[in-house]
Structures are given as structure tokens and as C-alpha cells.
């Protein structure tokens, strides 16, 4: 009963801030960022579904022994169509090559595309002549191509001639750099000859070099940097690779943001990292430090001011498979999971999102590499809600490169868990609307109920936990509901807190709905 007193006290004691307003927004809970106290319950990190192979490529369809490569993948929903670009490799006229630039040699990206994100088709558009097959689906052969990185520019005011945009490294060859980048006060060694070129498309297809110099020069540039449009915000981010600041030769990622996507912020901001544990520690502990290569950050569709990054995880000089005749291996990897609410500072779970699992082909280096984005697909069981899809590569470095599906429930990254009667309580809260509903999961003798109270945490009349009946089953927007016939929207714009009893049940998000 003393340790519970604590909780609750030290709760209570942290909470002298504003309340938070989170209007009517979806909250998943990625973190403890709502999160008041907790007594006999935990955060608990879920694990996605491996489903069929999106495809399997082979030496004679790619051309390459690399098998298709199926690294620097973006996925991402447009309209009813679902998008997809990847790295190739094809023997092809180059239609750009930035002046004094080497490298990319033989590299293409290629396009695919699907009506349902599960059944996907690389359609033949034939948009350059190459020396292996007649027919392709390349969309991209120039600069740029070793990490071509899209996404669709929903910035209201954008050109429609750049839609579509994309950055891709670009490695100038000796005494070739225009422009190298100078020292600044971080002391950072920045290297010269390389950056990151913009490009842009009106269609997804046909694409051109935005601007023929670097818009970003400092970083290191070798993985799958990205960009993406923050609504939230209203400015453009990237994420790039680069080494740790203290001089450590530790993989990390750095931010940088544009209001034009073509002039970024300088110097790179690197990213910060607290460890996710499941358990309420305030100040949340530094995480350890870890190789990250690939980050795969990108906004959360359904709660677009949250980042989720899918990290590839790097374990240098560790080698688990000794028969791949086609490369020697000296690194391992899976895949992590890390949130933010900044895009600055993540907080990072230390236990593995994606293990590479039994198959022999994810045991070495450059694979249980997961592709850029999330999207929505129907649910492989009948009438069960949609459900999240992303892609992961496997076999890569092999004569055969596969591309996997995995799917996760909406919002099911984390939750919070209790196996047997578990409380959590929020800190002080604003919201819009006039019904709660949340994204639960329970057994047949678990449940779910829900008490409002004020600031200070005394029950709201006809909010009491004695006024909700328990909660059971398995739904993605369960509506609450009490006894009392009270109104919720009398409550609108009132500083609360909720109180959530659980038994054998996940809590994975909530939303105040109009």
C-alpha cells in the first residue's frame, strides 16, 4: 500500500503545470506524456504480424546480384492508390548527373503500386531505355538514386509541379566540391563532396532535379535520409544520418527543418534519446547509446503531431550467418521503435519492434531493414477493423531479395497493460468534445472502466468509476459511457483527469469526439 501512496503522491507532485489541451485529437498512448500514475500496470510494446511476401525478386528480374535490393523503400497512401519506390539496380542512360559527382552507378529507382497495400504491381512504364529490360518500371536513373527518399508534399501551398518531392545523396569526386561546408561552433568534423539534392515530380513519376545544388550539406548521408511535410508545425523536416557529437563513432540521427524545403536550418540538430522502459521513471533515463542507420521517421497518420521512427539497428562486428557466398558479414540488425512529440527528443524502447526471426536470410547485415511509412489496409480476418501495414526486406545480399508485409492494429504500438486490476490516471487535461472513445482490447473476464475527476483528482459527480459500466471486448473506437446520463460536453474546456481501471485488458488510445 506504500508503494502505491508513492505513485500516486509523486503523480500529483509533477503535475503543477497547465493542463494539456488535447482538443480532439487521437492520443495513443506511445508514451507516458498523459500519463499521471500508474499502480499494478505498465506501458507494454506490441509486436507487428509477419504476413505474405509483397514479392520475391530474383537475379534475372533485377539484373543484379543484390536480388532487387529492396533497400531505401517510401510507402506511403495517396488518395485510393498506395505508393511505393525503391532501389534497383539496371544498366541505364542517365538523364542528370550533378556536374563533378561520382557514384550511383548502375542504381534506379523503381516504382510499384497497389488499390489495397496488400497486393502490389511494378507497372511497366518504360520511361527509360536500359541495356537489361526492355521493359521497367524505373522512375528515377540520374543523381540521387543509392537513396531516393519521397514522399508526397501535402503542404497547401506547394507547386503542383513539385507535388511530389525527394531528396537523394549526392558524392562529388576529388577537388570537385563547389561548395564544401564550413566549421561551425559544433565542432563537428562535417566532411566535404557529399549532401543531399531536392527533387520534385508533378505526378509521382516523372521526375527533375528541383535544384541542382545541395540544399543540405552537413552529415554523413550514407543510409536512408528522409523528408516529410509536419502539418502540425507547418514546416518541412529531414532526418539524416550522421555520427554521435561527442566524437564516438556511434551511428545517430540528426533534424533539420525548412520552410521551403529548399533553405534548411544549420547546423543539424541531433536527436536525443530517452529510454522507454514500460515502468513510470521521471526523468525518463537516458537511453544507451545504439547504432542507428536507417531512422524511417515519419508522422503518424492518425496522429499526425506524433513522429514514429522504425530505426534499422545496427550491431557492428557481430556476425550470426557464415554461408552467404555473396557477401561477407560483419554487422546484424532488426528493427526499434522511438516516438517524439518535437521531432527532437525521442523516446526509445531498447527492446526489439522487429526481431529477424528464424529465416536464415535475416541474419546479416542489411536486413529486417523496414521501409518508410504507414499505411491502412483491410484486415486479413473477416470484418475485423483495418489495421496498419508496413514493409520489411529480408534476403537482401542474396540472389533473391524479398520484401515482407507486416501488419499491427491501429495505434498498436504500445499500450497500457494490466493483468490484474491496474490503475492509471492522467495528468490534467483540456479537451473538445462530447463522447470519449477508446482503442481497447480486453479478455472475456477482462475489463475496462473510467472515472473523470477534477484537477486535483476528487471524482466528478456522474463520473465516478461506480457510475461506468465495465468495458469488454475488442474495438478500436469503443464509446465510454456512464450510468448517470451525465453530459460530457458540460465538461469541455474544464481541467480533468481520467482514471482508468483495468483488468486483463490494453488501453492503446483515446480520443474525445464531437
Keep these: 500500500m506504500g508503494i502505491q501512496l508513492v505513485w500516486w503522491v509523486l503523480g500529483g507532485a509533477l503535475c503543477g503545470a497547465d493542463p494539456i489541451d488535447i482538443g480532439s485529437r487521437l492520443e495513443p498512448f506511445v508514451d507516458d506524456f498523459l500519463i499521471d500514475s500508474m499502480q499494478h500496470a505498465e506501458l507494454r510494446l506490441h509486436h507487428p504480424t509477419p504476413r505474405a511476401l509483397v514479392w520475391q525478386t530474383t537475379n534475372q528480374q533485377s539484373g543484379k546480384v543484390w536480388g532487387g535490393a ?35 552507378q548502375n542504381i534506379v529507382t523503381c516504382y510499384a503500386e497497389s488499390r489495397d497495400g496488400i497486393h502490389w504491381t511494378r507497372p511497366e512504364l518504360n520511361l527509360y531505355q536500359t541495356e537489361d529490360l526492355k521493359r521497367n518500371n524505373i522512375v528515377w536513373a540520374g543523381t540521387g538514386c543509392a537513396n531516393f527518399a519521397v514522399f508526397k508534399d501535402t503542404n497547401p501551398d506547394a507547386d503542383p509541379a513539385a507535388r511530389y518531392k525527394a531528396i537523394g545523396r549526392v558524392m562529388f569526386q576529388e577537388g570537385q566540391d563547389p561548395a564544401p561546408p564550413q566549421p561551425d561552433a ?15 515530380s508533378p505526378d509521382g513519376l516523372h521526375w527533375s532535379v528541383l535544384r541542382k545544388a545541395r540544399i543540405i550539406k552537413k552529415g554523413e548521408f550514407d543510409s536512408h535520409n528522409v523528408a516529410l511535410w509536419d502539418s502540425v508545425r507547418g514546416r518541412y523536416v529531414s532526418f539524416i544520418r550522421i555520427w554521435m557529437p561527442d566524437g564516438r563513432r556511434i551511428r545517430s540521427v540528426a533534424a533539420l527543418t525548412s520552410k521551403d524545403f529548399l533553405s534548411w536550418s544549420d547546423p543539424p540538430q541531433w536527436l536525443t534519446y530517452s529510454r522507454s522502459t514500460g515502468r513510470l521513471i521521471r526523468p525518463a533515463p537516458a537511453a544507451a547509446p545504439m547504432h542507428l542507420y536507417d531512422n524511417n521517421i515519419a508522422v503518424y497518420p492518425r496522429a499526425p503531431h506524433l513522429f514514429i521512427g522504425l530505426p534499422m539497428r545496427l550491431v557492428p562486428g557481430r556476425v550470426r550467418v557464415e554461408d552467404n557466398p555473396l557477401r561477407e558479414e560483419t554487422a546484424l540488425n532488426d528493427t526499434g521503435l522511438m516516438t517524439s512529440r518535437d521531432g527532437r527528443h525521442f523516446r526509445r524502447w531498447r527492446e526489439a519492434f522487429i526481431r529477424p526471426g528464424s529465416q536464415a536470410g535475416r541474419w546479416w547485415n542489411e536486413n529486417c531493414c523496414p521501409a518508410w511509412g504507414f499505411v491502412t489496409t483491410r484486415s486479413h480476418i473477416e470484418g475485423a477493423p483495418r489495421e496498419l501495414s508496413f514493409y520489411c526486406n529480408e534476403s537482401y545480399g542474396t540472389d533473391q531479395g524479398n520484401l515482407r508485409r507486416y501488419t499491427l492494429r491501429l495505434d498498436g504500438f504500445v499500450s497500457v497493460h494490466a493483468a490484474d486490476r491496474g490503475e492509471m490516471r492522467t495528468r490534467p487535461i483540456r479537451f473538445t468534445g462530447q463522447r470519449l472513445v477508446l482503442n481497447l482490447a480486453t479478455s472475456a473476464v477482462g475489463s475496462v472502466r473510467v472515472e473523470i475527476q477534477d484537477a486535483s483528482g476528487r471524482p466528478i459527480p456522474g463520473f465516478r468509476l461506480s457510475d461506468c459500466p465495465e ?23 474544464q481541467a480533468i483527469r481520467l482514471r482508468f481501471v483495468l483488468d486483463d485488458a490494453d488501453l492503446y488510445a483515446i480520443q474525445f469526439q464531437q
Excluded: N
Design 70 to 104: 529492396h533497400r531505401s523503400v517510401c510507402v506511403f497512401q495517396d488518395g485510393d492508390l498506395y505508393r511505393m519506390y525503391y532501389r534497383d539496380y539496371a544498366r541505364v542512360a542517365r538523364p542528370w548527373i550533378a556536374e563533378g559527382a561520382f557514384g550511383d
Design 186 to 200: 559544433t565542432g563537428y568534423p562535417w566532411l566535404p563532396r557529399i549532401g543531399l539534392l531536392a527533387f520534385r
Design 471 to 493: 468495458m469488454f471486448g475488442d474495438a478500436i473506437d469503443d464509446e465510454v459511457r456512464w450510468k448517470s446520463g451525465a453530459a460530457l460536453a458540460d465538461l469541455t474546456g
